[in-house]
């Protein structure tokens, strides 16, 4: 069922499950600080919370929410070069109280700031980050069309319905690097080139040490 971003944010802040589109493929949204909801999303998915869902953000700033202390200089700076954009950033620090769904090996969170507008509106109306993860079922293709997020899981325990009717902008997932304020290590090629990523994580060195 297509939705507009009012009861999106509404469904969203009680607790449900959203289609919404983003620059690279669809994602199934729900509230990052709601661990019942994040569970809701495996389920829908058919897949372990042992493999962590990434978290969209309306900006940078919103980034703060998920860890127990700022972002890495160089890191923040790496996010304001590609975001709004298809790069999505694993980080240490989470904090405590994150939902297990959301938490890889070592209290890592994976964070990004999508470029749609749409989903631009949804985290501003929430002022909470959602998850990011695509919206499929596990194993199968992620869903381009809003027709085809609804076809999987209009019905299902609380999804609320999709944005938009799609296609989505990009059809590749988003770029997945690991990065602290020492190292940055691709973990998934994607929509953005790794060798500008790594290109720009070198030129930032060099602002370090001037």
Request: aromatic share 4%.
């Amino acid at each position: 069922m297509k939705i507009d971003v009012g009861v999106a944010v509404e469904a969203l802040a009680a607790g449900r499950v959203v289609g919404v589109p983003t620059q690279t493929l669809y994602g199934l949204a729900a509230r990052a600080d709601d661990a019942r909801a994040v569970e809701r999303v495996f389920e829908l998915k058919g897949r372990r919370p042992a493999l962590p869902s990434p978290c969209l953000v309306a900006d940078a700033a919103a980034v703060r929410t998920l860890l127990k202390g700022p972002l890495e200089p160089r890191v923040l700076r790496l996010v304001d070069r590609f975001w709004p954009g298809a790069l999505t950033v694993v980080v240490g620090g989470a904090r405590d109280d994150l939902a297990p769904g959301l938490v890889g090996a070592g209290g890592t969170v994976g964070v990004r700031q999508d470029g749609d507008p749409t989903l631009a509106r949804v985290l501003r109306g929430l002022g909470v980050p959602v998850t990011g993860t695509s919206a499929n079922r596990s194993g199968e293709p992620a869903c381009r069309w809003g027709r085809e997020v609804d076809a999987l899981f209009e019905g299902r325990l609380d999804y609320a319905g999709r944005l938009g009717d799609g296609p989505t902008m990009g059809g590749m997932a988003s770029t997945v690097v690991r990065a602290d304020g020492a190292s940055l290590v691709l973990l998934r090629d994607g929509a953005l080139d790794w060798p500008q990523i790594s290109s720009a994580w070198e030129a930032l060195r060099d602002v370090d040490d001037d």
